[in-house]
């Protein structure tokens, strides 16, 4: 048998291949292994972006040159923390929010309706205007708008715009008859048309019925979807994030990722959750896929919805709402349906992320959960998105679930502050205990993975962090806190934006931590949020923002990497 020798010269060359690179000059904070805060004072990954090495200031930092590092990034003395995870996302409705009509700050109808004309105008070679962000709740109407109102600022071409919460959609005349939605036309099962009186469809459809326009809506093409792409992934690195867990994964959406991934374009993790077991089967097949392009790609889970939203009465409540006696909300699933669709999954090992937001429809899903845990055993980590309103006579059910199997409590910190008033107003005030309740869900033992709902909400995890610390909005109301018995402690915060939201898509052995073997994701900040004020968290700078290694966004373009020592 032949022996391979390495010449002295050769083992030269293999050492002078290696490009580590040095962060120094730091501030840096993670949540350790067993959940405390770490400090460290410097880090150094290789260059497959693997951190090797975390360092405090008592220890011996390596030299730069033979034998050592090789590149070195000056952290100017700022803060460095794990990137930022957006749990809940909606990354391609992201980025066609970004590139659509965006009417998230329109504060009344005329104005929304003067925000359309314009965007019409500016766009004549679009077949449809398409646009998102409303919220009639914010116009102080006290009705939906309308169809005929459409009309009056583009009267010539269909207009769809989805409601802030995408569980309604708004119509003129021209896209409800491109739908053929006219007054004949039934409800669908988990949905529902708002009417005039004497029965016409009034132009807003709700959860399920808004498919009978959705579907005419022309379909993107691949350019399309690859452009929403690279929209999302440059807005979600500005803030700081690095990961995000996809809520609705399509297969056109995971081929655009896969596209992005093959020509190394993929900015940002992505933990996939397919959009129903049919797109899981499809991108999955009998189980969740290998992690892909150096741990950018997983889809390892599906999403259902079993309710609708608050905002337009469809999340599934006990008793009706107290702004509209005789409507309970809409339950997309019944009991059954939603055990088998997650026994398919589970069966197959793919992790289960259910949206819930009545009462009701957490009862509902908790309960099932429990019956499944009976048979499905081991670690499940069954996802409930939102669980925004929790009937307390439930809360014991989630501890007996966390020890089953654990439980993750996906939750969006700002739905909280900008759905207040309008929690209030429909649920009446013996239901707001139960509501948003961060800390009662930890206490019975879930994880809490914080996220944004993007484009529902803008992915901004400082804000977040900061509304978890205090219930109050940018204003400082209401005084003490909102339910301030369901504030979480900074440590929780931090974490549900980084090892928490992490360990809830089955990543924590890949992100989300600063620590040797894991992957070098990290940003640079001006805020140390275990330490600087709720005002200040919220006006957090990001300077800059690492993935794997590479760095993805610098606010200040002359970077500081020193090239290696000659």
Same mark, same amino acid.
């Given at each position: 048998?032949?022996?391979? #020798?390495? &010449? ?14 040095? =962060? ?6 993670? +949540?350790?292994?067993? %959940? ?30 033979? %034998? ?17 995870? !957006?749990?809940?996302a909606h990354v391609m409705q992201t980025g066609f ?26 766009? @004549? ?14 116009? $102080? ?62 132009? #807003?459809?709700?959860? $399920? ?60 993790? +992505? ?5 129903? &077991? /049919? ?34 009465? %469809? ?14 909300? &809409?339950?997309?699933?019944?009991? &059954? ?10 069966? !197959?090992?793919?992790? =289960? ?9 957490? /009862?509902?899903l908790l309960t099932t959960i429990y019956d499944l845990? $009976? ?32 439980? #993750? ?5 700002? $739905? ?30 879930? #994880? ?18 900061? =509304?978890?610390?205090?219930?109050? !909005?940018?204003?400082?109301? @209401? ?29 924590? %052995?890949?992100?989300?931590? +600063? ?9 640079? =900040? ?41």
């Amino acid at each position: 048998m032949k022996r391979l #020798v390495l &010449t002295a010269g050769l083992l030269a060359l293999a050492a002078n291949a290696r490009a580590d690179t040095l =962060v120094d000059n730091i501030k840096g904070e993670t +949540i350790a292994a067993d %959940g405390t805060l770490q400090t460290f004072s410097a880090l150094l990954f290789d260059d497959t972006g693997i951190i090797k090495a975390v360092y405090g200031p008592r220890d011996r930092v390596p030299r730069q040159g033979r %034998g050592g590092y090789q590149y070195h990034v000056d952290g100017k003395g700022r803060v460095l923390l794990p990137g930022m995870i !957006d749990a809940h996302a909606h990354v391609m409705q992201t980025g066609f929010a970004l590139l659509t009509l965006d009417l998230s700050d329109s504060v009344s109808l005329d104005d929304a309706l003067d925000r359309i004309g314009k965007f019409a105008r500016a766009h @004549p070679d679009r077949p449809w205007i398409l646009g998102s962000g409303w919220n009639q709740e914010r116009w $102080h109407m006290g009705r939906f708008p309308t169809a005929a109102e459409l009309d009056r600022v583009v009267p010539d071409r269909p207009v769809w715009l989805e409601r802030a919460d995408f569980h309604a959609g708004w119509a003129n005349s021209a896209a409800l008859k491109a739908a053929g939605v006219t007054a004949a036309t039934v409800s669908p099962e988990g949905g529902a048309i708002d009417r005039m009186p004497d029965h016409s469809p009034a132009g #807003v459809l709700i959860d $399920h019925a808004a498919n009978l326009v959705a579907r005419v809506v022309p379909v993107p093409q691949a350019r399309d979807l690859d452009l929403a792409l690279a929209t999302a992934e440059a807005d979600f690195a500005k803030r700081g994030i690095t990961a995000v867990a996809d809520m609705g994964t399509t297969v056109n959406d995971w081929i655009a990722f896969r596209r992005a991934g093959d020509v190394n374009r993929l900015y940002v993790r +992505i933990m996939a959750y397919a959009m129903g &077991t /049919e797109a899981m089967a499809q991108i999955g097949g009998s189980g969740p896929t290998p992690w892909l392009y150096a741990d950018k790609l997983r889809m390892g889970g599906l999403k259902l919805l079993l309710d609708g939203a608050l905002g337009s009465r %469809g999340a599934w409540l006990k008793a009706p709402y107290a702004d509209q006696p005789g409507n309970s909300g &809409t339950p997309l699933y019944s009991e &059954t349906q939603l055990g088998n669709l997650m026994s398919r999954a589970a069966m !197959d090992n793919y992790q =289960v992320a259910v949206h819930a937001i009545g009462d009701k429809a957490n /009862e509902t899903l908790l309960t099932t959960i429990y019956d499944l845990t $009976h048979t499905y055993k081991g670690d499940r980590r069954w996802r409930i998105e939102h669980a925004q309103v929790v009937d307390p006579k439930n809360f014991p059910l989630v501890g007996e679930i966390a020890r089953a199997g654990g439980v #993750v409590a996906s939750m969006q910190p700002v $739905h909280q502050t900008s759905d207040r008033l309008m929690a209030e107003a429909r649920l009446g005030p013996d239901r707001l205990r139960g509501a948003y309740a961060w800390n009662s869900l930890k206490q019975q033992g879930a #994880v809490l993975a914080f996220g944004s709902d993007t484009p529902v909400e803008r992915p901004d995890p400082w804000i977040g962090i900061a =509304v978890a610390l205090t219930r109050q !909005d940018e204003t400082g109301i @209401p005084a003490g806190g909102w339910q301030p018995q369901e504030r979480v402690d900074r440590l929780t915060a931090f974490a549900g934006y980084t090892s928490a939201a992490a360990w809830a898509g089955f990543a924590e %052995g890949k992100f989300g931590r +600063i620590a040797p073997g894991l992957r070098a994701d990290f940003i640079l =900040v001006d805020t140390d949020p275990m330490t600087a004020t709720p005002e200040a968290i919220r006006k957090t700078r990001v300077f800059q923002t690492w993935v794997g290694g590479g760095k993805t966004y610098d606010a200040e373009p002359d970077a500081v990497v020193a090239k290696p020592k000659r």
